[in-house]
C-alpha cells in the first residue's frame, strides 16, 4: 500500500468500518451503563459526536495523569467532542478519591465528559471492549498479533485509545500520544462524516 503519514502502512492506528451486515448495533446503540458515581448511562448521545474512548488503569495517577488533557480537548471541541474513560482494572482505592476526579467532578458526567465504573476487563466480558474486539477481530492479522499465548487479548491495554466519528467508524490507537490524538480528532472531525471507507 502507500506508505507514509495518512497510507495503508501507517503504523500509529487501525482503522476498521465495520459491514453493516455483520453486526447488530453500532457503537451508539449500546447501552445500560453505569458512571463511576452511579448514575444510569446509554451511548446515544454520542450519536453525531467524534467520540474518544479511553481505556485508563483504575488507580490515581493514572486518572490524575489524563483527566487534565481530556477535560482540556473536552473544553476546545465542546459541539464536537465527547470523551468516556473506561477504569478497565479492579480499584484499590476507589477512584472518587483521587485529586483530579474531585478537581473536575462538576465537569464530569456534565456535557462532554464522562468517566465509567472500574471494571476488569480481562476477566468480565465487558460489552464495551467485546463490542471493539468483534469489529476488529475481522481484521485477523491484526488480531493474531494482539493475543497472547493465553488468549488474553492485549489490544485492549490502557494505552490503546479508541476514536469513533459521528457514524460510528473506529479506529484505533496504539499509545496514548496527546499530539497524534488531537490532530486524529481534528481529521475525524474535517472528514468523518462520510458513510464509507
Known sequence: ?????????????????????????????????????????????????????????????????????????????????????????????????????KKYARKIGNGRLYIMEPSDVTSTDHVVFSYFREQFAADEAFYASNTDETGLDRSFDPNHMFLLDPVGNIKMFFEFDKKQIREQIENTMNHGYDDSP
Open 1 to 101: 500500500g502507500m506508505g507514509g503519514p495518512g497510507g495503508n502502512d501507517d503504523r500509529r492506528f487501525r482503522e476498521v468500518y465495520p459491514r453493516q451486515a455483520s453486526r447488530p448495533k453500532v457503537f451508539y446503540e449500546l447501552e445500560g451503563f453505569t458512571t463511576y458515581n452511579g448514575k444510569h448511562m446509554d451511548f446515544d448521545d454520542t450519536e453525531g459526536y467524534v467520540t474518544v474512548i479511553a481505556p485508563v488503569k483504575s488507580d490515581c495517577e493514572s486518572m490524575d495523569e489524563v483527566l487534565p488533557y481530556f477535560n482540556h480537548i473536552a473544553e476546545v471541541y465542546p459541539y464536537a467532542l465527547e470523551v468516556i474513560i473506561f477504569p478497565i482494572t479492579p480499584e484499590t482505592t476507589p477512584i472518587t478519591t483521587c485529586p483530579s476526579i
